[in-house]
């Protein structure tokens, strides 16, 4: 069965600069959710997406950025990155805001130098 | 809000022997709640979810919880512990008629199995 697919798995960038995360959901999923999991620390959330609209916010900075396009895939932007910001980013999805379950993808690890 | 509590940070058990990690939560109603497996530097997997009905729910690799809504927890359990277990397992509870589905995970438990 198809999984969540987050590209790229590992990303290197230095302080300052921007990376960009991919979620691409379970086909007919339409919410996407993102978590950042610092080392050592359990998964914090960052925000979902419900039908292409943000549906809930977390502990998302504000050099943080995100959206879900009409295909449900979802970016995650984050600019003028910092060290702190060296984690592993989960995407997961769900059919539906209320079905319980989320199904999450094996994670980008962002390392930031 | 809803939190997770999970007592042990750190549990060593011996290959063989029974495992049972605590999870405690706070919610106003009946949340739902899961358990989920991170090995070193991978991902997610869940292990079992409980939404409602029997307490007692059996998940993969022979893992199984207890939902005891008297003292808010859900802790999970493993008659006899392989080699493989060891890796930091996470409680988790979800708010399903709350806003967006999100789920709040306790802080884990990283197991060791002593051969």
């Known amino acids: 069965a198809a999984g969540v697919i987050q590209s790229p798995r590992h990303l290197i960038k230095e302080k300052r600069e921007t990376a960009t995360l991919k979620c691409y959901p379970i086909?007919?999923?339409?919410?996407v959710y993102w978590y950042q999991q610092g080392p050592g620390q359990d998964p914090q959330f960052l925000i979902s997406f419900y039908e292409k609209m943000q549906s809930d916010k977390g502990s998302i900075p504000d050099r943080f950025s995100a959206q879900q396009f009409s295909d449900y895939h979802s970016e995650l932007n984050m600019s003028s990155l910092e060290l702190g910001d060296s984690a592993l980013y989960f995407c997961a999805s769900s059919f539906g805001r209320n079905t319980g379950e989320l199904f999450f993808g094996e994670g980008s690890r962002l390392t930031v130098l | 809000a809803q939190s997770v509590t999970q007592p042990d940070i750190h549990i060593t058990v011996s290959e063989g022997a029974s495992l049972e990690l605590r999870c405690n939560y706070s919610y106003g109603a009946t949340p739902y709640l899961f358990w989920y497996v991170q090995s070193p530097g991978q991902g997610l997997q869940l292990l079992l979810k409980?939404?409602?009905?029997?307490?007692l729910v059996q998940g993969i690799k022979g893992f199984e919880a207890e939902f005891k809504r008297s003292q808010s927890s859900f802790n999970l359990r493993k008659p006899s512990v392989h080699w493989s277990d060891a890796a930091e397992y996470f409680c988790?509870?979800?708010?399903?008629?709350?806003?967006?589905?999100?789920?709040?995970f306790g802080g884990g438990t990283r197991v060791l199995v002593k051969p």
């Open positions: 988790a509870v979800g708010a399903p008629r709350a806003a967006g589905n999100k789920l709040t």
């Open positions: 409980y939404f409602s009905g029997d307490t």
């Open positions: 086909p007919r999923h339409d919410t």
